[in-house]
């Protein structure tokens, strides 16, 4: 359990060198849902914080059968009222290679997901016209500047969800087409998730593929040629997206956020018929 430990902001992020880095202590949070075993509670540059490492409970599964709702109850179990998604993402832009990497400003949903609605809590929908905080964005684009890579600001993501393959070539044709930047399967859910709980949600990515190197990996097997990997090494990828984090963190100004706490369209007066018909 957290104790007296409350964490101003919650991550996502799968870091082993910075857990072990900064000492940060594993901890069980409790949800409706079940208890998350993944957490690790400390302070990295003086700001409290939350990872939760990834979002598989065990085995890893397609994205539709991941638990996204028990994450985020985690999250606001904790106290921790804003939350970074990092991201290994799908390249659709020929032109952008392996490695890119993103800080997320809009979202595409391409496809459904479960939500298990608690019947006892009163029924909305998340407003979505604006997906991330803007001010954590903001944090987040200000610490990517400092980086000795470049980042691009502003990313769309599309979610293509749910099926446990990658993209078409027509698909990817089509997204690139419409000027998004990367497809992946677990942002949409989770930013959702965040905003129906009025939690403050950001996003950074990295691209681990690109269309060119999947079509001439493709290319070679027809030719029985050796390819190498078409797909950059996660871990490698990854240290990318933690280095932003880490110097988000250093640089974090905390803040109370006027918008995402109040974003709700709750309707109170829905009745599934009017109470005189009971008469």
Same mark, same amino acid.
């Given at each position: 359990?957290?104790?007296?430990?409350?964490?101003?902001?919650?991550?996502?992020?799968?870091?082993?060198?910075?857990?072990?880095?900064?000492?940060?202590?594993?901890?069980?949070?409790?949800?409706?849902?079940?208890?998350?075993?993944? #957490?690790?509670?400390?302070?990295?540059? @003086?700001? %409290? +914080?939350?990872?939760?490492?990834?979002?598989?409970?065990?085995?890893?599964? /397609?994205?539709?059968?991941?638990?996204?709702?028990?994450?985020?109850?985690?999250?606001?179990?904790?106290?921790?009222?804003?939350?970074?998604?990092?991201?290994?993402?799908?390249?659709?832009?020929?032109?952008?290679?392996?490695?890119?990497?993103?800080?997320?400003?809009?979202?595409?949903?391409?496809?459904?997901?479960?939500?298990?609605?608690?019947?006892?809590?009163?029924?909305?929908?998340?407003?979505?016209?604006?997906?991330?905080?803007?001010?954590?964005?903001?944090?987040? #684009?200000?610490?990517?500047?400092?980086? @000795?890579? %470049? +980042?691009?600001?502003?990313?769309?993501?599309?979610?293509?969800?749910?099926? /446990?393959?990658?993209?078409?070539?027509?698909?990817?044709?089509?997204?690139?087409k419409m000027g998004w930047d990367v497809v992946g399967q677990t942002c949409d859910p989770e930013a959702t998730c965040a905003r129906l709980n009025q939690i403050c949600y950001a996003g950074i990515a990295v691209q681990?593929?690109?269309?060119?190197?999947?079509?001439?990996?493709?290319?070679?097997?027809?030719?029985?040629?050796?390819?190498?990997?078409?797909?950059?090494?996660?871990?490698?990828?990854?240290?990318?997206?933690?280095?932003?984090?880490?110097?988000?963190?250093?640089?974090?100004?905390?803040?109370?956020?006027?918008?995402?706490?109040?974003?709700?369209?709750?309707n109170k007066n829905f009745r599934e018929f009017p109470d005189y018909f009971y008469e």
């Amino acid at each position: 359990m957290l104790g007296d430990f409350k964490p101003e902001v919650a991550i996502i992020l799968r870091s082993d060198e910075t857990i072990k880095e900064f000492n940060l202590k594993r901890v069980t949070i409790n949800t409706s849902f079940g208890p998350v075993h993944r #957490c690790y509670i400390g302070n990295i540059y @003086d700001v %409290p +914080v939350l990872v939760i490492y990834g979002r598989f409970n065990g085995e890893k599964v /397609p994205s539709s059968q991941i638990n996204f709702e028990q994450t985020i109850e985690a999250v606001k179990n904790s106290g921790a009222k804003k939350l970074i998604g990092t991201f290994v993402v799908g390249g659709i832009n020929p032109e952008m290679p392996q490695g890119s990497v993103y800080v997320l400003g809009n979202m595409v949903g391409c496809g459904n997901y479960p939500i298990h609605w608690n019947q006892n809590v009163s029924f909305h929908n998340a407003e979505m016209y604006e997906p991330f905080c803007q001010t954590l964005t903001d944090q987040l #684009c200000k610490a990517s500047r400092k980086m @000795d890579f %470049p +980042v691009k600001e502003n990313a769309t993501y599309v979610c293509f969800y749910g099926y /446990p393959r990658i993209e078409t070539k027509a698909e990817l044709d089509f997204y690139n087409k419409m000027g998004w930047d990367v497809v992946g399967q677990t942002c949409d859910p989770e930013a959702t998730c965040a905003r129906l709980n009025q939690i403050c949600y950001a996003g950074i990515a990295v691209q681990i593929d690109d269309p060119s190197g999947r079509a001439d990996y493709i290319k070679g097997l027809k030719n029985k040629e050796e390819k190498s990997q078409y797909v950059e090494d996660i871990k490698s990828c990854r240290k990318r997206t933690t280095a932003i984090i880490l110097q988000f963190l250093k640089d974090y100004k905390s803040y109370d956020c006027d918008v995402c706490s109040k974003m709700s369209r709750k309707n109170k007066n829905f009745r599934e018929f009017p109470d005189y018909f009971y008469e």
